[in-house]
């Protein structure tokens, strides 16, 4: 247990006790003299200190209590009653006792240590308070004060593993990073030949193309843990905070090498010196100079395989692509025909298929789809065959998922009039008639 749960531990029981100490000082009912011929009922009614001493002289009062200036009795039919006197009051208490009314007393003083205790409570608040102010400050990243802690999030070979086999559609792709994989896996192969493995590489394409489920794959293949982050994690409003999230990210990479970094949309940071002013502007290029620094300075951060994305490469600082840091560039572009098939075999292996369902015919009527389309797209299938209580997703299905992905969703309340029904009947007269007069339309 460390000192943080004790502390809170100890004002939780603290605050118990002083409850249980209040309770037991002001809330519990006194056992009246003289009750145990016949219990008294009811709840007490108040009486006023007039009505006290009227009910005193006439003999009608059984029994009281005095703790202070509260008093509680009972009459002499044993109901209950509660009054506030003047305090003290030593005739009233005479009167009673010259009437027969048989008088008890409680102290109302404090105990010895509900008065220590008063004491302790806030010096241990206080305490607790600063332990966890502490705390915060020498935490991490998610601390209250680790403004300069990396925010990099490590995946290792159990949790979140992606294989080659998981991408589809960039085959290029995958041979360009096969190098990478199999460094990781035997270092020693390349460098008995005086061969060095490129300490970066620039996964480039447009957005959906699957640069972040590849650079995973990578980690996967060559079984080694994970870091990934994105571009805009290093730039904070506070001065220094970016380049100190870079110097503890390859801190931390080193620990765990060999390894990947991925950096996911490094424009954010690595843009063209120069090209701005402001101190923001300033800070980002401190940023992005320990970036160059950690990646080819004067200590090699051997095992460490720098691994980042982006749809912008002509606003990237040309010192960042340069041989030695990301020497090697990887176009990810949308798959073709033959890509979007497989990608789409992969997003469907979860997916009860009908019979009908064709994956070529599907791949042909989606050109220019992303990976991140077609599995938007086989999702929407999926929803609209659950939408009609059927078990299997059909073709029509993924036709009108089709429709509503490229299209949006139809208008089923759309009123038209003639005119325009006679103008579109027109329009898709022409379609046709081209597409018979065209060959191989």
Known sequence: MNLRNLALGGVAILAVLVVWAAFAQNGGSPVMPGAAAGAPTGRPQPVTYSQL????????????????????????????????????????????????????????????????????????????????????????????????????????????RKMFEDVAGVDEAKEELQEVVDFLKDPGKFQKLGGKIPKGALLVGPPGTGKTLLARAVAGEAGVPFFSISGSDFVEMFVGVGASRVRDMFEQAKKNAPCIIFIDEIDAVGRHRGAGLGGGNDEREQTLNQLLVEMDGFESNEGIILIAATNRPDVLDPALLRPGRFDRQVVVPNPDVNGREKILRVHMKDVPLASDVNTKTIARGTPGFSGADLANLVNEAALMAARKDRRMVTHRDFEDAKDKVMMGAERKSMAMNEEEKRLTAYHEGGHAIVAINVKMA
């Open 53 to 160: 001493v009227q009910q005193t002289a006439a003999g009608e009062i059984k029994s009281v209590t005095v703790r202070g200036e509260q008093v509680e009795g009972v009459y002499k039919n044993n109901t209950r009653f509660t009054a506030t006197t003047p305090y003290p009051n030593s005739e009233l208490i005479a009167s009673m006792m010259q009437n027969g009314v048989s008088v008890d007393a409680k102290s109302t003083r404090q105990p010895w240590w509900m008065g220590l205790l008063g004491l302790l409570l806030p010096i241990v608040v206080i305490v607790a308070l600063w332990l966890f102010v502490m705390r915060q400050m020498q935490g991490g990243a998610r601390g209250a004060m680790g403004f300069g802690k990396s925010k990099a999030k490590l995946l290792t070979e159990h949790k979140g």
